[in-house]
């Protein structure tokens, strides 16, 4: 949760130097409401961006219009992939597959932030002419003195819970 934020803005940083629109005024969509996308959906906003979410819970739909965002289902990514300029993936299953690849506009730019393999098809994005990227260990190549902070104090945490007899997954709970 801590690394998040270093996430968020290291996905901003990349988008901002590897697009030559502007994050302000652009249609984004940030497939996944979860620890990373929250405080990534909300930086884009900050920024002038029309953010979509797109979550599987009805919850985090409920939460993400609550929030000012618009919504969409994931079963309605094909159809609405064309209208967006940014594509940002938290999701650690394959939600930017093919069919929504395949409608997706070209010069749109697609930043896969989930757990490597991520869940775009970078294949199908190759083939289709797509710029789709996937960044894993964000936090530490963008801010490598807070990533490392965060380290320290999570790691502190767990070894004094090592030495009273207690394990990592006791405190994920």
């Known amino acids: 949760m801590l690394n ?42 900050a920024f002038g961006a ?16 609550t929030l000012g965002y ?4 994931f079963t309605d990514l094909q159809a609405n992939s064309d209208k967006y300029d940014f594509i940002f993936n938290t999701v650690p299953a394959p939600v930017i597959n093919v069919k929504v690849l395949q409608n997706t506009h070209e010069n749109s730019l697609i930043i896969d932030l989930a757990s490597s393999p991520g869940g ?7 083939k289709l002419g797509l710029k789709a990227f996937l960044l894993p260990g964000i936090p530490g190549k963008t801010a490598p003195v807070t990533a490392g902070k965060i380290l320290a104090e999570v790691y502190a945490h767990y070894i004094a819970l090592f030495m009273k007899g207690g394990s990592a997954y006791e405190t994920c709970r």
């Open 4 to 45: 998040a934020i270093p996430t968020a803005e290291g996905a901003l940083a990349f988008a901002i130097n590897n697009s030559p629109l502007t994050l302000s005024g652009s249609s984004v969509l940030v497939a996944g409401f979860g620890r990373c996308a929250k405080p990534l959906a909300r930086l884009l906003k």
């Open 50 to 65: 029309r953010v979509t979410v797109a979550a599987r819970k009805r919850k985090d739909l409920a939460l993400a219009r």
């Open 70 to 73: 618009r919504t969409v289902e």
């Open 120 to 126: 775009t098809d970078f294949t199908a994005a190759k």
